[in-house]
């Protein structure tokens, strides 16, 4: 089962602004530099715009983030 943020959110929530943000940003080269070994890996924007948002919120540690 797939949720769709449209579902979970509000229309004025942060975290629908950080998916606006990042949805303008080119990650091409980013994702052109991913290799084709190992295990499937978590896309670019998602990583991104869990950054964005914890440092939006004042949350800077990735421990915290996750």
Known sequence: MSVKLGE???PNHLARFVV???AHIDLEPIYRRYGVLGGEAIPPKIL???LFYGYATSVFS???IE
């Open 48 to 50: 991104l715009g869990l």
């Open 62 to 64: 990735s421990r915290k």
């Open 8 to 10: 979970v959110l509000p």
């Open 20 to 22: 606006d943000i990042i």
